[in-house]
């Protein structure tokens, strides 16, 4: 008797547990189900490829993983952790390929400003000011629509960009103490200059209303911003 009480208590349970999450999934899919104008779209993509803002990130991966998902992609489009641990190697790194352009002898010595030179470089890339401004009407070709989307970045404008800079400033001839001190002066430029607007368009297309605006190539637009760097 004990264990047909224990049994059908169990069984209870269960079904209880069944019924709570049966009540959860329509929740769920409304929330990843939302809807976004092509606008507000392009400025998730904006905070998250150029400022790689944290709950830009999380937005934009919410609201694209249905469709990726559908389409056997990763239900991840951006991660994070990883744009940020790309962050924290980029001042080593490119800070190694600046000391490189200089003589062996001296490289040691010039790479912890090479390497600020890189930090002040990434900085002023994720703290560009950006916001999309306006969207043309969707137009449709062969059942896909899309939508062209202006925006605009507030960009810091240096009077030479960092590679250029550094290149010069190598084959000058500068013993080390100048070299390392002219490092210092480029990676100034990069937080003391005013601001440059840059101005492009980024396209979000869809194959049907009941589908995300995405697009998967879009990188290729905003990694134009380097250009101004």
Do not use: H
């Amino acid at each position: 008797m004990y264990q047909t009480q224990e049994t059908s208590r169990t069984a209870l349970l269960a079904a209880a547990l069944a019924a709570a999450v049966a009540l959860t999934q329509p929740a769920i899919a409304a929330e990843t189900a939302v809807e976004l104008a092509p606008l507000d779209v392009a400025n998730l993509y904006i905070k998250t490829i150029i400022n790689q803002d944290e709950a830009s990130v999380a937005k934009l991966n919410a609201y694209l993983r249905p469709t990726r998902l559908a389409g056997q992609q990763s239900a991840e489009y951006a991660s994070y952790s990883g744009l940020k641990e790309a962050d924290a190697k980029f001042p080593t790194e490119t800070g190694k390929l600046i000391a490189d352009l200089f003589p062996a002898a001296m490289r040691a010595a010039v790479t912890p400003a090479a390497e600020q030179l890189a930090a002040n470089v990434i900085a002023a890339k994720n703290g560009a000011a950006c916001q999309a401004t306006k969207a043309d009407p969707v137009t449709v070709e062969n059942g896909m629509q899309t939508a062209t989307v202006s925006f605009e970045c507030q960009v810091v404008k240096v009077p030479v960009a960092w590679a250029p800079a550094a290149q010069q400033l190598a084959k000058s001839g500068c013993k080390v103490e100048q070299c390392k001190a002219g490092l210092q002066k480029i990676a100034a430029t990069y937080t003391s200059s005013p601001k440059q607007t840059w101005r492009a368009v980024f396209a979000v297309n869809r194959e049907k209303n009941s589908e995300a605006w995405r697009n998967d190539f879009a990188r290729e637009t905003f990694d134009e911003i380097w250009e101004y760097l």
